[in-house]
């Protein structure tokens, strides 16, 4: 929902460049992917921003043109940032890791807004991945209550979840 929001769209965008360009290091990476679906418009903005090619995995192979899964230019051995808009379980960004590997592309890093705290850092760091994320889930829910926009008692709904979910 955040791309219907321009203003918040584009701080969020400006806040994963500034958050790439310090921590990843442009000189790391070749092309900016975008995972399906909601990691699209984030990936095609910020690859725009920072002036790098802009790829986008699909759920699927086509059944027509290229029939491939990995749509825009990608050459054997380039280094590929994905971009998600989160990290629940970690299963879409792995499928989308592992059919940019099969055509050829080299991905070692994922830049997320949010981790959700449900396991998938762990599991996408295991298969090779480093993991950056922009934000905790836990450390969002803390903040809500904070200012007032959440009361206690779904702070410890959250923060009950999140514990019950790295198990």
């Keep these: 929902m955040v791309p ?13 460049g500034e958050y790439i360009t310090s921590q990843v290091g442009l000189e790391n990476f070749d092309r900016v992917a975008g995972v399906p679906l909601a990691g699209i418009p984030f990936a095609s903005q910020i690859a725009y921003n920072l002036r790098k090619p802009f790829l986008y995995v699909r759920k699927g192979i086509r059944r ?4 491939r899964r990995v749509e825009g230019i990608l050459v054997s051995g380039d280094r590929v940032l994905l971009v998600d808009d989160l990290i629940t379980t970690g299963l879409n960004l792995k499928k ?16 997320a807004l949010l981790d959700r705290e449900e396991g998938g850092k ?32 779904s702070l410890k709904t959250i923060l009950k979840q999140i514990k019950n979910n790295r198990r």
């Design 4 to 16: 219907s929001f321009p203003d918040a769209f584009r701080e969020i965008c400006d806040f994963y």
């Design 64 to 67: 027509h043109g290229r029939q």
């Design 96 to 111: 989308a890791a592992e059919a940019i590997r099969a055509e050829g592309g080299v991905v070692k890093e994922v830049v």
């Design 122 to 153: 762990a599991k996408l760091e295991k298969s090779g991945i480093k993991i950056h994320t922009l934000l905790q889930m836990s450390e969002v829910a803390n903040t809500l209550y904070e200012i007032g926009a959440i009361d206690e008692e």
